[in-house]
Nanobody, 115 residues
């Protein structure tokens, strides 16, 4: 089992920044990838960014150049630095971990971009 705890969401004005954190615990060996999905109000969950165990990263086109995913292996934590936030980034953001074909999810953290 892998437990994921997210933090860092909140309310921010357009153009502002937030950093989300996702701390993994439990059986963290053999995690192939970690990342973030988001679910805007009334819409389906979508992939935002991911980072593999080898350090490769992928981003949704809508966040490229604004969001950066990184990890601290010593702290078993993945970060999502979000800059230039737009109202359309408003969503619940979920951390996930992929291990041996199973996907583990965090509880979600709300990000609201509004003036």
């Amino acid at each position: 089992q892998v437990q994921l705890v997210e933090s860092g969401g909140g309310l921010v004005q357009p153009g502002g920044s937030l950093r989300l954190s996702c701390a993994a615990s439990g059986s963290i060996f053999s995690i192939a990838a970690m990342g973030w999905y988001r679910q805007p109000p009334g819409k389906q969950r979508e992939l935002v960014a991911r980072i593999t165990s080898g350090g490769s990263t992928n981003y949704a086109d809508s966040v490229k150049g604004r969001f950066t995913i990184s990890r601290d292996n010593g702290k078993n934590t993945v970060y999502l630095q979000m800059n230039g936030l737009k109202p359309e980034d408003t969503a619940v953001y979920y951390c996930y971990a992929l291990k041996l074909g199973l996907t583990y999810w965090g509880q979600g953290t709300q990000v609201t971009v509004s003036s």
